[in-house]
């Protein structure tokens, strides 16, 4: 029988790799670069993780609990309506530095479309963000069971980033953003 993996080793490579991720995303990755910018070896990676999908399913992970521990960090604790939190959301996540994190969704999203079996926590991915907006979906929501409101503002924060991503266009977005949140008050 062999040594069991280390788990303190596990942690450090997956942080590494979670950032090797971010910043070169998943498309074409291939064990052997990554291991060779991890200062490790592929039998290594696959030792610790299992397989190149359990180390994708793991730095996918670790983005995602990464991006909602600095969101939660960043947003204001009692946000004065559900407009201001919905402003402070999209602040911080369309936010330059947040770009890795949002070209990474976007990846994800594409080739979850075309290979599903490879991303089975897609739509918890998706829907895991109703947390985050609870206090803005308690605000416009008549229902506290409302599971359609959520997926709207989801559906338009996507979007716009979506258009902010490749277009760059901050002004257009933020406007758009802008008559969103009028809507939402009708």
């Not at 592929?42 to 999908?53: C, I, V």
Request: charged letters at 25%; hydrophobic letters at 45%; aromatic letters at 6%.
């Amino acid at each position: 029988m062999g040594r069991p993996p280390d788990p303190a080793r596990r942690e450090a490579t997956l942080a590494r790799a979670t950032d090797y991720v971010l910043a070169h995303g998943l498309a074409g990755l291939s064990l052997r670069p990554l291991a060779a910018a991890l200062d490790t070896s592929p039998r290594m990676l696959l030792y610790d993780f299992g397989s190149k999908q359990e180390l994708v399913s793991a730095v996918l992970a670790e983005a995602r609990r990464r991006g909602a521990t600095r969101l939660a960090e960043n947003l204001p604790a009692q946000a004065a309506s559900a407009e201001e939190h919905l402003r402070g959301i999209w602040a911080w996540i369309s936010a330059p530095e947040r770009a890795p994190y949002v070209r990474l969704i976007f990846e994800v999203h594409a080739d979850g479309l075309a290979h599903p079996e490879n991303y089975p926590d897609q739509a918890e991915a998706i829907t895991g963000w109703f947390d985050t907006l609870g206090a803005t979906i308690r605000d416009i929501a008549t229902d506290p069971d409302d599971t359609v409101t959520p997926t709207l503002v989801m559906a338009v924060m996507r979007g716009l980033l979506f258009d902010l991503t490749t277009t760059g266009d901050r002004r257009r977005t933020d406007l758009a953003l802008d008559r969103f949140c009028e809507l939402l008050r009708h």
